[in-house]
Structure formats: C-alpha cells, structure tokens
Antibody, heavy 122, light 107 residues
Framework: EVQLVESGGGLVQPGGSLRLSCAASGFTLSTYAMTWVRQAPGEGLEWVSTISGSGDSGTYYAESVKGRFTISRDNSNNTLYLQMNSLRTEDTAVYSC??????????????WGQGTMVTVSS | DIQMTQSPSSLSASVGDRVTITCRAS??????LAWYQQRPGKVPNLLIYAASTLQSGVPSRFSGRGSGTDFTLTISSLQPEDVATYYCQKYISAPFTFGPGTKVDIK
C-alpha cells in the first residue's frame, strides 16, 4: 500500500526553525516528484514546494517561503524533508506531503499524507 | 505568475442535481489542470488530471472539461458524499497554484 506519514510539526517561536519529515512506503520516493502543501486553519490549500523525480532534482518554491524553506529527500531512507527556517506566524498551518501521480515532471498529486501541524507563536 | 480563480465560491444544490464549478487561469495552461475534492476533516483526493482524465477509482459522475484558460468540473448527479470543497490546481510550471476552492453543500 502506498502511504505517506509526516512528522516533525510542533510549536515554535517566530524566527525559529523546524524540520518536517515525510516517510514514504509502497513506492520508490526518488522516482516521483514530491510536494509539500499547507493549509492554514479554515483556509484553502497552498502549494509550498516541489522536488522533481528521478533524473532531475530540480526544486521549486512558493514566493512566500523562498529563501527560508528547503525541500530535500533521502532516497536511501525513502524520506522527504522540509527544512523551515525564519518561521513567521503566517506559516502556521497543517503541512502535508503529496506524491505525483506519474513519473516525470511535476503534475497532479494522487497520494497525500495526513499532515503535521506547525504553529508559530510566541 | 499565473493566477487561478474559481466560481462560485460556494453553492447549495439538491441530491441528484447537476453541479458545475468553473476554474479560470489568468494565462493559458493547456490542459495542465487537476481537480481535487476535500471532504470536511479529510485530506484532498485527486479527481481529475490533464483537465479531463478521471483518476482511477473516482465515480463516473465526475467529469472535467476545458483547455487554455477556462475549465469546468461537473458532478452529473450530486450525492450526499459529494459535500466537500473542490480545488483546481495548475501544473504547467511552478508555482503549482491552487484555486481558492468551491464549497459544495446539500440543499
């Protein structure tokens, strides 16, 4: 069964850092583009960052997180990461990882994790 | 960047009604568009990709049309389990922006 499980969320002060993890099972992480999406309480979906699949490790970021967040993956552990630095109150949201529905360039997301809550507050 | 809009922002319809949601891109995106359903308290579920291709396992009452800048998601016969917020998302190039969502309720 294809599954994604996030961890690493929590309460952090403004200006702080967190690293989110997304453990993948049932498929080879490196083959697919992988994405982080966030959803603030009561709000819509916001695309955060994508890392391309095999043969192309390009990374892409929303303007709101560029220069502060870094997406990466450990293919040996089949785990996706999101390093979040200089956190702001507006980064408060549930962060979910999602798998692309096909190999190749980023497209649509067919498997989603349950998400991990990040709260940025003093 | 290409902006995505959706209309209406919410709608209420009766069971069995035909429901159509519109998504518009500020520039042409070909058919690089996906639709997701997010039921209350649940993770999003991919319904359609490539504007009109039904994801495996999705009921056939869902359909998508369009290309370029204008797209629609249609539910041919609304069911109680279709109560959800529906999002479009473009993926022709980054940023892979979502639309603001359309909330669908049962009248």
């Amino acid at each position: 069964e294809v599954q994604l499980v996030e961890s690493g969320g929590g309460l952090v002060q403004p200006g702080g850092s967190l690293r989110l993890s997304c453990a993948a099972s049932g498929f080879t992480l490196s083959t697919y583009a992988m994405t982080w999406v966030r959803q603030a309480p009561g709000e819509g979906l916001e695309w955060v960052s994508t890392i391309s699949g095999s043969g192309d490790s390009g990374t892409y970021y929303a303007e709101s997180v560029k220069g502060r967040f870094t997406i990466s993956r450990d293919n040996s552990n089949n785990t996706l990461y999101l390093q979040m630095n200089s956190l702001r109150t507006e980064d408060t949201a549930v962060y979910s990882c999602a798998k692309d529905n096909r190999e190749g360039p980023p497209r649509a997301f067919d498997v989603w994790g349950q998400g991990t809550m990040v709260t940025v507050s003093s | 960047d290409i902006q995505m809009t959706q209309s209406p922002s919410s709608l209420s319809a009766s069971v069995g009604d035909r429901v159509t949601i519109t998504c518009r891109a500020s520039q042409g995106i070909g058919d690089s568009l996906a639709w997701y359903q997010q039921r209350p308290g649940k993770v999003p579920n991919l319904l359609i990709y490539a504007a009109s291709t039904l994801q495996s396992g999705v009921p056939s009452r869902f359909s998508g049309r369009g290309s370029g800048t204008d797209f629609t998601l249609t539910i041919s016969s609304l069911q109680p389990e279709d109560v959800a917020t529906y999002y479009c998302q473009k993926y022709i190039s980054a940023p892979f922006t979502f639309g603001p969502g359309t909330k669908v309720d049962i009248k």
